[in-house]
Structure formats: structure tokens, C-alpha cells
């Protein structure tokens, strides 16, 4: 191969990885008796889709793509609303599905479901960060097939991207599970994937590089 690192833009698909605005509400931005597997982006979140906006508006994008969930669609939209884009919805970008580890339904105060959702929140980092797979919860998407999923989803955006540069909006295990076949690795959760964080893979049909892990120089004013 003559560009093994695919240094050479117009041989591979460049894509930007963006993982969703924070959005685990205040207890003032919850919906009484609201659903909480789809949260909009939070007032922490909404700031911080604004910075990724003013980091990336002057960068050219060929095309962009988002998990059809609120977070996702809800981080790209300030940017998307800069670059003149429409973001095209696929369900393969959606985060792996896990079963319900806190039962916030039974939580009535606007302060006991932010903490519910909060913990649920830890209690899934910490379960996936100690053992790397998905399989540690019960009854849920198994990783080889979430994987699967992914990988399939994303290297067929590539595949109709060559020689262009694409914004993806996911989810941090979405990230997570395409960074790690990209570096062959056997764990699906191995880094903490921050909120709009930019992740950096040139793809074609032979090659996958990684370019830039978990980029969030936009955030450090917050």
C-alpha cells in the first residue's frame, strides 16, 4: 500500500466522531412525569454544543451524520446551523442498549431523579470501564453485536465518503466500540469518552487510522 497512514486525504473518508452535549438535566429542567431514555441536552450541554460549534465552523464538511436520539441531534444542530448542513439520521448510531440499572421511574422529587440519573450514569462507566464489554449487563445488546453494528453502520459512511471529510453525532460507547476495532483492540469500553469530544479516523476499504483521540480543547473555559 502506498499510504499506509493515509496521510493522503483524497484516499480515505475523514471522519469527526462527536460525542453528545452532557445531558443529565437540573432538577429545574426536568419534564414532570417526562421519559428519560431520550434527555435533550442539558444547560451544561447546550454551552458546550455551542463551543464545539465555534471550534469546528470554519472547518469545510462534506456531510454529516447523528444517532437519531435528542443529545445527538441537539449537539450537531449549532454547528450544523453554521456550515449550512443537514445532519442525515441513522439508527446504527445509536448507543448500545442496556437495561434499566436504577429504577428512576419510582423517584417522584425533581432532586431524587437527577441523582437516580446521575448514578445510573456512574454505575454504567464504572461497570463497562472495570471489565471492558458490554456483556456485564444483563439482558442487554451483547457486545459483539453492538460492535458489529457499529463498525458496519460507520465504514459504510466512509465508503460513500472517500477523499471527504464527515461529522458523526454518537454516543460514547458508539466512540468507544469503532476507536477500539480501529486499534484492534478486545475491550469495547476502554476510555472515557467526554461530552462533544471530537475523535479523528480516515477510512477506506482496506484501512482504518486514528488520527486524534477525545479532543476537548473547546471546553477549557468551562
Same mark, same amino acid.
Given at each position: 500500500?502506498?499510504?499506509?497512514? /493515509?496521510?493522503?486525504?483524497?484516499?480515505?473518508?475523514?471522519?469527526? /466522531?462527536?460525542?453528545?452535549?452532557?445531558?443529565?438535566?437540573?432538577?429545574?429542567?426536568?419534564?414532570?412525569?417526562?421519559?428519560?431514555?431520550?434527555?435533550?441536552?442539558?444547560?451544561?450541554?447546550?454551552? @458546550?454544543?455551542?463551543?464545539?460549534?465555534?471550534?469546528?465552523?470554519?472547518?469545510?464538511?462534506?456531510?454529516?451524520?447523528?444517532?437519531? =436520539?435528542?443529545?445527538?441531534?441537539?449537539?450537531?444542530?449549532?454547528?450544523?446551523?453554521? /456550515?449550512?448542513?443537514?445532519?442525515?439520521?441513522?439508527?446504527?448510531?445509536?448507543?448500545?442498549? /442496556?437495561?434499566?440499572?436504577?429504577?428512576?421511574?419510582?423517584?417522584?422529587?425533581? @432532586?431524587?431523579?437527577?441523582?437516580?440519573?446521575?448514578?445510573? @450514569?456512574?454505575?454504567?462507566?464504572?461497570?463497562?470501564?472495570?471489565?471492558?464489554?458490554?456483556?456485564?449487563?444483563?439482558?442487554?445488546?451483547?457486545?459483539?453485536?453492538?460492535?458489529?453494528? %457499529? %463498525?458496519?453502520?460507520?465504514?459504510?459512511?466512509?465508503?460513500?465518503?472517500?477523499? @471527504?471529510?464527515?461529522?458523526?453525532?454518537?454516543?460514547?460507547?458508539?466512540?468507544?466500540?469503532?476507536?477500539?476495532? %480501529? =486499534?484492534?483492540?478486545?475491550?469495547?469500553?476502554?476510555?472515557?469518552?467526554?461530552?462533544?469530544? !471530537?475523535?479523528?479516523?480516515? %477510512?477506506?476499504?482496506?484501512?482504518?487510522? =486514528?488520527? !486524534?483521540?477525545?479532543? !476537548?480543547?473547546?471546553?477549557? !473555559?468551562?
Amino acid at each position: 500500500m502506498q499510504d499506509p497512514f /493515509l496521510m493522503h486525504t483524497q484516499n480515505a473518508a475523514e471522519l469527526f /466522531l462527536i460525542r453528545h452535549g452532557d445531558a443529565i438535566p437540573g432538577a429545574d429542567e426536568l419534564i414532570p412525569g417526562g421519559r428519560y431514555d431520550n434527555l435533550p441536552l442539558s444547560q451544561i450541554g447546550r454551552k @458546550q454544543a455551542l463551543a464545539l460549534a465555534e471550534r469546528l465552523k470554519k472547518i469545510h464538511f462534506d456531510a454529516a451524520y447523528s444517532s437519531p =436520539l435528542k443529545r445527538c441531534q441537539e449537539t450537531g444542530a449549532p454547528l450544523l446551523e453554521r /456550515l449550512g448542513l443537514q445532519a442525515q439520521l441513522v439508527d446504527g448510531l445509536r448507543e448500545i442498549n /442496556l437495561d434499566e440499572l436504577v429504577p428512576i421511574a419510582e423517584h417522584n422529587n425533581p @432532586q431524587e431523579i437527577v441523582k437516580a440519573l446521575q448514578e445510573r @450514569q456512574d454505575d454504567i462507566v464504572r461497570i463497562a470501564g472495570e471489565s471492558g464489554t458490554w456483556d456485564s449487563f444483563p439482558n442487554s445488546e451483547r457486545s459483539k453485536d453492538f460492535r458489529r453494528r %457499529v %463498525v458496519t453502520t460507520i465504514d459504510e459512511i466512509a465508503a460513500r465518503h472517500i477523499g @471527504q471529510r464527515v461529522l458523526l453525532f454518537a454516543h460514547g460507547g458508539v466512540i468507544n466500540a469503532y476507536a477500539a476495532e %480501529v =486499534l484492534q483492540l478486545d475491550k469495547e469500553f476502554f476510555f472515557p469518552c467526554v461530552n462533544t469530544s !471530537i475523535t479523528i479516523v480516515r %477510512v477506506n476499504q482496506q484501512r482504518r487510522v =486514528l488520527y !486524534i483521540m477525545n479532543d !476537548i480543547a473547546h471546553l477549557r !473555559i468551562f
